[in-house]
C-alpha cells in the first residue's frame, strides 16, 4: 500500500524558508511524477510545482525563482525548498505523487495529509 507523509510547514516571517517533505511509501511503487499543490483559505487549490520522473520540472510563475522540488532518491522523498516567502504563500500545502505499482498497467495518484504553512507579514 502507498502511502504520503508529509512534514515542514509552519509559521514563518516574511522573506524566511521552509522546507517541505513528502515520504513515499511503498516498495513496490514506481514514481512516474510528483507534485506540490496548495489552496489557500477561501481559494481554489493550485499546482505549485511538478517534478517528472525525465526531469521535467514545472513552475507557477508566482514561485519561480524562490521555490525548487526535487527528489531524494535514497529515501522516495519529494521535497519543496521554498526560499523568500511571502505572505501570499500561505495555504494547506498537498504532495501528490503518480505511479504504477510493479505488475500493474494502471497509473494510479495519490495525496499527503497536508500541511500548513504561514508566512506572516
Known amino acids: 500500500q502507498v502511502q504520503l507523509v508529509e512534514s515542514g510547514g509552519g509559521l514563518v516571517q516574511a522573506g524566511g524558508s521552509l522546507r517541505l517533505s513528502c515520504a513515499v511509501s511503498g516498495s513496490m511503487f514506481r514514481i512516474n511524477s510528483m507534485h506540490w499543490y496548495r489552496q489557500a483559505l477561501g481559494k481554489q487549490r493550485e499546482l505549485v510545482a511538478s517534478?517528472?520522473?525525465?526531469?521535467?520540472?514545472n513552475y507557477i510563475d508566482s514561485v519561480k525563482g524562490r521555490f525548487t522540488i526535487s527528489r531524494d532518491n535514497s529515501s522516495n522523498t519529494v521535497i519543496l525548498q521554498m526560499n523568500s516567502l511571502k505572505p501570499e504563500d500561505t495555504a494547506v500545502y498537498s504532495c501528490?505523487?503518480?505511479?504504477?505499482?510493479?505488475?500493474?498497467?494502471?497509473?494510479?495518484?495519490?495525496w499527503g495529509q497536508g500541511t500548513q504553512v504561514t508566512v506572516s507579514s
Open positions: 501528490y505523487v503518480t505511479g504504477t505499482v510493479v505488475g500493474e498497467q494502471i497509473r494510479r495518484g495519490y
Open positions: 517534478l517528472f520522473t525525465g526531469g521535467t520540472v
